[in-house]
């Protein structure tokens, strides 16, 4: 190819590109499956990068996939909820707070599941192994800050039956 300026390169080596992915589309999908099964790390951050630079067009693209595919949009959420029960927890907890107004830097699921392993699955008031579920010292609606500082794990039980109420208040009257 004769000398030719940047721009006009550029466009060519576009169009080859194109024409080459159209013609041997089915050895680059080949190619690219079994470089993303031997190279895990490279393309979760080659992922990261991406999503960073373009997350607009991402989460556009996605929404747009969703609304014409409404069936899978479901079964892929249910899906990942089904598999990561502990951040539907977290996001529940802070689409909570965020109704609510409550201030405080949020929750983490990670955050979350160091506490539940710190307290070895013991609710923190009653002291028995019971499911267990995020509890606000002070509550939401009452003031208290949707933060890790803020945040115990309590059995339903005692999450219920201390509702609202201030904690020392709540425990007097449960000792009573």
Not at 3 to 9: L, Q
Not at 17 to 37: T, V
Not at 117 to 136: F, V, W
């Amino acid at each position: 190819m004769p000398h030719v300026d940047a721009a006009a390169r550029k466009a060519y080596m576009k169009a080859y590109g194109a024409r080459y992915y159209a013609e041997n589309a089915d050895k680059w999908i080949l190619y690219a499956a079994r470089f993303c099964a031997a190279n895990p790390e490279k393309r979760k951050a080659y992922s990261a990068r991406h999503y960073a630079k373009n997350s607009k067009k991402v989460n556009a693209r996605r929404a747009r996939y969703d609304a014409e595919h409404p069936e899978k949009a479901r079964a892929r959420k249910a899906r990942y909820h089904a598999e990561h029960p502990e951040g539907n927890r977290a996001h529940c907890a802070k689409r909570r707070a965020r109704k609510l107004a409550a201030g405080g830097k949020g929750i983490t699921a990670r955050q979350w599941q160091e506490v539940m392993d710190s307290s070895l699955g013991l609710c923190t008031y009653c002291n028995e192994r019971r499911p267990l579920a995020l509890d606000h010292i002070v509550p939401l609606s009452g003031g208290g800050e949707h933060d890790i500082e803020n945040a115990v794990p309590a059995c339903q039980s005692c999450n219920s039956a201390k509702h609202k109420a201030p904690l020392l208040l709540w425990l007097a009257r449960r000792a009573a």
